[in-house]
């Protein structure tokens, strides 16, 4: 790493004085897309989408660009991947309309509520319990437990859920894990088991609705259930007798 483990909690210690209070907007934010993402109501993903966008943007500007680049030159290069992160979620959430929610009690879906809950609780409380203390301390907003919230709401999705949202915060739980070994910020190593459980959403679910045939889950509230084709016997034409 370019930096020293006393360097990078400086720069944790700056951003978070010159931010605060926007870790309790973006603690706010977050629960809403929770919420929105539970009630499951047409139009609900694009404000999801949105959200998501808002955070992915500012993660790239208020703290790789304006802090983290003082240390690390290659942030400038993490800043543009997150703001390709917010444009896929505003392409694919927004302006498709291809981001839908609607939890399901299954595997993935019971994941995706442990890894938000581990990104807003499981994580401070963690690193409390490792001796970090505020404003040395991880808060979200930042990289490492947003990208963990970002790939559980994500795993709330109904699919087809687009790959291409993946792409990044995957990308950056790889990256960000290091943190856990070279920096001992060892709530990091939550980012390993969303980049696992994305990896298994991508590969298990339909990647289009077409493909699949129909949708797989619960459709969202006053949606009609698709009409199946009538069923003709085989060696019998429809309308015999």
């Known amino acids: 790493m370019p930096f020293t ?14 931010v605060w209070p926007a870790p309790l907007v973006l ?8 919420a929105l993402a ?16 808002a955070m992915w943007t ?22 543009a991947a997150f703001l390709l992160g917010a444009m896929s979620f505003l392409w694919q959430g927004i302006a498709k309309s291809r981001l839908q929610f609607a939890f399901r009690r299954d595997a ?14 499981g994580y401070p409380w963690l690193g409390f319990m490792l001796g970090h203390r505020f404003p040395e301390t991880p808060t979200f907003g930042l990289p490492c437990p947003t990208t963990i919230f970002t790939i559980g709401i994500l795993l709330l999705g109904r699919p ?6 993946f792409a990044v915060p995957v990308a950056w739980a790889l990256v960000g894990s ?3 070994f070279g920096l001992g910020v060892y709530e990091d190593l939550g980012l390993l088991l969303a980049a696992a459980a994305a990896g298994v959403a991508v590969v298990r679910r339909p990647g289009s ?3 699949a045939g129909e949708w797989h889950g619960p459709l969202p509230r006053g949606t009609a259930a698709p009409e199946r084709p009538e069923q003709v016997p085989t060696g019998r034409i429809r309308g015999e007798p």
């Open 58 to 79: 500012w993660m790239a500007i208020a703290y790789h660009v304006a802090f983290f680049t003082d240390i690390n030159p290659a942030a400038w290069v993490f800043a």
């Open 178 to 180: 290091t943190a856990a």
């Open 5 to 18: 483990v006393q360097q990078f909690f400086e720069v944790i210690a700056r951003y978070n004085q010159s």
């Open 38 to 53: 539970w009630r499951a109501r047409d139009g609900d993903g694009r404000w999801v989408a949105g959200i998501l966008a």
């Open 27 to 34: 603690n706010a934010l977050a629960l809403i897309a929770m």
């Open 108 to 121: 993935l879906g019971l994941t995706g509520l442990g890894l938000i809950a581990y990104a807003l609780v």
């Open 160 to 165: 087809p859920v687009p790959r291409s949202v």
């Open 209 to 211: 609705p077409k493909a």
